[in-house]
């Protein structure tokens, strides 16, 4: 397998392709925007998460088509940051843009070159960019996995969408 491949797998398993772990298509599956936005204390909303993942994924993407950044530089605990707004035409945005981003990637890998992927993600040959890919996807699972958490906190987690 190809480090391509590896790539293009874990990205899929975050989007919608049941792996190890639940992917974000069934992880917000039928969440209404005001369970999305239920809060403990200091955590993050799940919308907020999405928010977040959507940040750091549409970031690293425009990086890698070499696409100018809106931004250059941004705390991380600003990419949480959602709209006051709670309707449910803002929280299928959100999600639709998570989504887009994601398979995004997927179409980006693919047309790709492995001579792309080992090449150096940043100015300095410190790191490849399948190694930084690499690390977006377990980032993207990592999070995937606090909403399902979230969901169980809430009652809102049904067991047969896997991870009991």
Known sequence: MTTKEVLLKQLS?????????????????????????????????IWQIVTHLTFW???????????PLAQTHIAND????TN????EEDWQSAIKALQN?????????????????????YKEPIESWSSVISNL????????????????????WDPKNGVH
């Open 13 to 45: 398993a975050c989007l919608d392709q049941p792996n190890w772990f639940v992917p974000l298509s069934a992880a917000i599956g039928g969440l209404s925007a005001k369970e999305a936005s239920f809060k403990s204390g200091t955590a993050n909303s």
């Open 57 to 67: 994924n549409d970031r690293y993407l425009s990086r890698f088509k070499e696409l």
């Open 78 to 81: 600003e990419t949480f940051s």
């Open 84 to 87: 006051e707004s709670v309707t």
């Open 101 to 121: 981003v994601l398979s995004e990637w997927i179409k980006a890998l693919e047309e790709c070159s492995e001579e792309n992927l080992l090449s150096s993600a």
């Open 137 to 156: 996807t377990i980032h993207n699972a990592y999070h995937i996995g606090q909403i399902v958490e979230i969901r169980k906190m809430y009652g809102l």
